[in-house]
């Protein structure tokens, strides 16, 4: 009867934890997207439609992309706005002092990538957007006394490395 119990234990824990979407991965939801931190990429989701007057026209589909390549950028703006520098700071509180902040992060944004394309039946098209946190978006928001050194020179050792171990050679 304990086995039986003890089986019924087993497999219901290795159904469920599955299921419940665990992960070694760190994300943060936003109502549009979502920050991942173990990877250092921000998604968002954008939604267009085309106008109700091309519907069933050639022009709908390409309209209905681009709109809802912009609604995914300004999704992802909105993100990457939120970001936390440290406990009192975020992104947009950079952006305030700093128009040439906002410029970059903006830039940075257009140059996101699409990692999802879906097409409705009702015309609407659904696009997912990427970009990372590393880079270009570090440096542009990390306050200048965090930022990693550019040149770095490794020092030499103190000892030269042998070139073979054991030697080559030894007496007979």
Known sequence: MKKIQIL???????????????????VEQSANGS???SSG?????????????????????????????LDAQRNLLEIAKGVRIDARTTVKD?????????????????GAEVVKKEYMSDGTV??????????????????????????IIPMEPAYPPPTSYPPASYPP
Do not use: C, H
């Not at 950079?94 to 257009?110: C, H, L, P, T, W």
């Open 8 to 26: 019924v234990l087993i497999l219901t824990v290795m159904f469920l934890v599955p299921a419940s979407g665990l992960s070694n991965e760190f």
């Open 35 to 37: 920050i991942n931190w």
């Open 41 to 69: 990429t921000i998604e968002a989701v954008g939604i267009g439609v085309p106008p109700q007057r091309f519907y069933g026209k050639p022009q709908a589909r390409p309209m209905a992309l681009r709109a809802a390549k």
């Open 94 to 110: 950079f952006a305030v002092d700093s128009d040439i902040i906002m410029s970059r992060v903006d830039g940075m944004v257009k």
């Open 126 to 151: 659904e696009i997912t957007m990427r970009m990372s946190m590393k880079g270009g978006f570090a440096e542009t928001i990390l306050p200048q006394d965090i930022r990693p050194l550019d040149n």
